[in-house]
Structures are given as C-alpha cells and as structure tokens.
C-alpha cells in the first residue's frame, strides 16, 4: 500500500534521527516555556507534573470545579483548553482537571493565553462572569 511505503521511506531516511532531535529540542523549548508560564499564573492554585513525553500538561486545581464549565468563558477571551472530565472512563470523573497542549503556541501566545485561562478558574471561584 501507497501508506506503508511511504512510512517505510520516512523510516529509512538517513536524516531520520537528526530530524528527531530537532523536533525534541523544539517541544522540549515549548514545554520549558508553559512550565515556567504555568507557575508564573498558576503556580498558587494548582499542580501539575513535567511531561516526558507527549504535548500535554495535566493540571489540578486545587479547588474542585467542572472544568467544562470554565470552556465558553475562556473561548469568549480567545483562549481554547481541554476540560479534563472527558477524558476519564469513570461516570463519575475527578473533577477540576485542565488538559493544556503546549505544542501549538509560540511561547509568548501560550504565556498570554494561561494569563487569561487563570483569571477565568479565578473569576469562575469568586463567583464573577470571566467575560
């Protein structure tokens, strides 16, 4: 098949690995940047662990909130996330879970945007409309 030829090709590409350190180095760069944008705005109300691997943070906050309702809120201020509960196979799932990629945002847009994802979870807390 067409597909698997080509994923052959890519596989036995001599310049295979060096590509592969460069897109590590690109994401790790990417990720050191959420995380320390992470701290900066979220550092006082949630935990989180440096990812391995993947394009993902998991974060908890420390106060328990449906993230899902924290979504059209953010999307009013231009900022987009994953709310946690869908992605647990529990009826009942933990709740006040965000699932934030670090992959897609240049490191200042990701900065700017985690600004206002925090003044939204703050906002949601005290009760005020975000937007």
Partial sequence: RLSQ????????DPSRAARLAQLCA???????????SLQTYFGDFAEWALPGGGLFFWVRLARCIDTRDLLAPALTRKVAFMPGEPFFADPAPPRGMLRL??????????D?????????VRDAWSGRRSF
């Fill in 5 to 12: 030829a080509l994923v052959l090709q890519a596989l036995r």
């Fill in 26 to 36: 690109f994401y790790r760069t990417r990720r050191d940047a959420f995380a320390a």
């Fill in 101 to 110: 990629n670090f992959s897609h945002a240049d490191p200042a847009a990701a």
């Fill in 112 to 120: 700017h945007g985690l600004a206002v994802l925090a003044a939204v």
